[in-house]
């Protein structure tokens, strides 16, 4: 049977994925030597990630359907997995990955492993000796009573565990070990298929990284009535987490603009193409209620956009960064290896050529169906939306970081909007430093800035959302309470902020940054715009507030925009202000590529709870809400 050419796509994808890592495989190692900074984990841990990420899409390569002309390929992969894999987990040899710790990045690896050999066993697992078999798998048993991070974490000795029990290397706890993590997981999910990451306290991409891949895989892997004795059989569970991903991706449609592109938002941007793992898994299990030809139109784009970008390095291997090769872009936990994450993406390939999704007609995503779609998500607490030009953008009342990792930069979940096409810029160091762009910040008296890190959402609809937080830190008690209010229109937000400052600070509300390529742009006073046609404008409406920019527009500076080498960011920012004295800022920010719609709003009146505004290309937009001060029209 010829598969169709959607399948043949995929499968060339992977291919072209994998062939510049078999340039970097030596028959007498266990790691690939990916250029790239080392993680602050150890050298061990980022020895393990080169094996194990690009063992994952090998294996979603491997088990696909065989190809005559992948025959060589194919061979030459199977054969170094096998062989690092006996390398690797051999105490007596020189390349030994060394055992599983408590708390150790070996846990993620070794999970992900786990799963990739039960993907591709007849190439990667069956053709081992019975003492190759039985030394992997005590290396596999090192997870046994392992102290585990109270996140995603604890999905890999489930799968382990599993792993474990399906070759016959069970021990009588890991059932009740595998229980009780799954058990403690599930109070994770907190309504509509939404998990919140543990100590991370983020909901963010994560939840299709991790908690619905690990989820449906494990449904996937153990769950089936047709498993050996050593399967888990347990049905009512595996149905609880394919009906959780049924809701998830009845919302994670809409993330996607037209172009295929998802906000980058959260932490481990670099993985770029891991989110569509969930579209893929939620059909090989059935539990999905969107058109198949929907989701092939939106996995396909989003791969092709990113795999049609400058995202490799010199080597030919996936490079950190999101649209271009950014290696500021990692967290600490990074290494060479991690973009390949993305390989979680490829669980379209478990699906066969017959498959309604690589058989049906395309059907058109949300963003190019809908111009001004709005998604609420009451449980994450967030609001995804089309701009209307086949943008989109999360806008976020809800999602935060956990205290004790600030470091990854409180930044990626605090601005008022994540748009594709715009996207943010991010500070460094993460841990003492604040981005302006799409934010409330304030600044103390002895210089530290201080942005949004906790947050709860007061109030979510289908044109407005409201959110309660405090600009400050413990650390010498500083305060300040602020109640934001974001309404939409199109390609614009208007931010309404209440602040009531216990310390004299200045505030500034950033408007979106504008990536740019190069550094030519046109600048007004408010308004910039790129070569490309597109702009950024900020417009203030309330309070004591003057113009200014945040720009890097040259190299002596370090570059900071998710999405390009320079940028710039329109901001309005107070005077000092004195402590305990309540006040209200108001301001409208727009980015797109229509200039029309840049141009700035006129109020025809700004009675308090009630404003009228008019826009010469956009009409009149009538805002009624409680939150609105009274304005001074400007007729």
């Known amino acids: 049977m010829t598969s169709p050419a959607s399948y043949l796509h995929w499968q060339n994808a992977a291919r072209g994925l994998l062939e510049p890592l078999a340039a970097l495989m030596h028959p007498d190692r266990a790691d690939l030597d990916i250029h790239g900074a080392p993680s602050d984990h150890d050298r061990q841990a980022d020895r393990l990630e080169s094996f194990a990420r690009p063992l994952t899409l090998a294996a979603f390569w491997l088990q696909s359907v065989p190809r005559p002309e992948d025959i060589a390929l194919r061979t030459r992969l199977a054969g170094w997995f096998r062989r690092a894999l006996v390398l690797g987990t051999d105490p007596s040899s020189p390349h030994y990955w060394g055992p599983d710790a408590s708390y150790h990045q070996h846990h993620v690896e070794m999970g992900l492993a786990a799963i990739a050999l039960q993907l591709a066993p007849r190439e990667l697992w069956e053709p081992l000796s019975p003492d190759e078999r039985a030394q992997v798998l005590r290396w596999f048993a090192t997870c046994r009573g392992g102290g585990i991070v109270n996140n995603n974490h604890l999905f890999m000795s489930v799968h382990i565990l599993e792993f474990l029990g399906q070759q016959g290397a069970a021990h009588r706890t890991d059932r009740a070990v595998i229980a009780a993590h799954l058990n403690q997981l599930e109070t994770m999910h907190r309504g509509g298929g939404w998990f919140e990451d543990g100590i991370n306290q983020a909901y963010d991409h994560y939840n299709a990284y991790a908690f619905h891949f690990y989820g449906l895989m494990w449904a996937h892997l153990h769950s089936s009535t047709s498993l050996t004795a050593g399967g888990a059989r347990d049905t009512n569970r595996a149905q609880r987490w394919r009906d959780w991903a049924?809701?998830?991706?009845?919302?994670?449609?809409?993330?996607?603009?037209?172009?295929?592109?998802?906000?980058?938002?959260?932490?481990?941007?670099?993985?770029?193409?891991?989110?569509?793992?969930?579209?893929?898994?939620?059909?090989?299990?059935?539990?999905?209620?969107?058109?198949?030809?929907?989701?092939?139109?939106?996995?396909?784009?989003?791969?092709?956009?990113?795999?049609?970008?400058?995202?490799?390095?010199?080597?030919?291997?996936?490079?950190?960064?999101?649209?271009?090769?950014?290696?500021?872009?990692?967290?600490?936990?990074?290494?060479?290896?991690?973009?390949?994450?993305?390989?979680?993406?490829?669980?379209?390939?478990?699906?066969?050529?017959?498959?309604?999704?690589?058989?049906?007609?395309?059907?058109?995503?949300?963003?190019?169906?809908?111009?001004?779609?709005?998604?609420?998500?009451?449980?994450?607490?967030?609001?995804?939306?089309?701009?209307?030009?086949?943008?989109?953008?999360?806008?976020?009342?809800?999602?935060?970081?956990?205290?004790?990792?600030?470091?990854?930069?409180?930044?990626?979940?605090?601005?008022?909007?994540?748009?594709?096409?715009?996207?943010?810029?991010?500070?460094?160091?993460?841990?003492?430093?604040?981005?302006?762009?799409?934010?409330?910040?304030?600044?103390?008296?002895?210089?530290?800035?201080?942005?949004?890190?906790?947050?709860?959402?007061?109030?979510?609809?289908?044109?407005?959302?409201?959110?309660?937080?405090?600009?400050?830190?413990?650390?010498?008690?500083?305060?300040?309470?602020?109640?934001?209010?974001?309404?939409?229109?199109?390609?614009?937000?208007?931010?309404?902020?209440?602040?009531?400052?216990?310390?004299?600070?200045?505030?500034?509300?950033?408007?979106?940054?504008?990536?740019?390529?190069?550094?030519?742009?046109?600048?007004?006073?408010?308004?910039?715009?790129?070569?490309?046609?597109r702009g950024t404008t900020l417009q203030a409406l309330l309070g004591p507030l003057t113009a200014d920019w945040e720009t890097r527009l040259d190299d002596t500076t370090e570059r900071r925009h998710v999405a390009a080498p320079y940028h710039v960011t329109p901001l309005l920012k107070t005077p000092r202000l004195a402590t305990n004295e309540p006040l209200a800022l108001a301001a409208l920010s727009w980015a797109g590529a229509d200039r029309a719609a840049a141009a700035p709003w006129r109020i025809v009146s700004g009675t308090a709870g009630r404003w009228h505004l008019n826009h010469p290309m956009l009409g009149d937009w009538k805002i009624s809400h409680w939150s609105l001060p009274a304005l001074s029209p400007n007729l």
Not at 502 to 524: D, I, K, N, S
């Open 246 to 533: 049924r809701l998830f991706v009845a919302d994670y449609q809409h993330f996607f603009a037209a172009s295929g592109e998802h906000p980058a938002f959260g932490r481990s941007i670099t993985y770029r193409f891991n989110c569509l793992n969930v579209f893929g898994l939620a059909l090989a299990e059935n539990c999905t209620d969107v058109a198949p030809g929907l989701l092939r139109r939106l996995c396909t784009r989003n791969l092709d956009f990113f795999l049609s970008r400058p995202i490799y390095n010199d080597q030919g291997a996936l490079a950190p960064g999101f649209t271009d090769v950014f290696p500021k872009i990692i967290e600490p936990y990074s290494a060479p290896a991690s973009p390949y994450w993305a390989a979680k993406g490829f669980t379209p390939l478990l699906l066969p050529p017959t498959h309604p999704f690589w058989t049906d007609a395309e059907q058109p995503l949300p963003a190019e169906r809908d111009a001004g779609f709005v998604r609420v998500m009451p449980a994450p607490g967030l609001v995804t939306r089309s701009t209307g030009d086949g943008e989109i953008e999360i806008l976020n009342a809800g999602s935060m970081v956990g205290n004790t990792q600030l470091r990854y930069g409180a930044w990626k979940w605090s601005k008022l909007s994540y748009r594709t096409g715009t996207h943010f810029t991010y500070a460094f160091p993460e841990i003492s430093n604040v981005s302006f762009d799409s934010a409330l910040t304030q600044q103390l008296d002895d210089g530290r800035i201080f942005g949004r890190h906790s947050t709860v959402a007061v109030e979510l609809a289908d044109d407005h959302l409201g959110y309660s937080y405090n600009l400050g830190f413990k650390t010498g008690q500083v305060n300040t309470s602020v109640e934001t209010f974001v309404f939409w229109r199109a390609g614009w937000l208007l931010h309404v902020h209440h602040v009531e400052p216990r310390q004299p600070v200045v505030l500034r509300l950033g408007g979106f940054a504008l990536p740019l390529r190069t550094p030519q742009l046109e600048r007004a006073d408010f308004d910039a715009f790129a070569a490309d046609g």
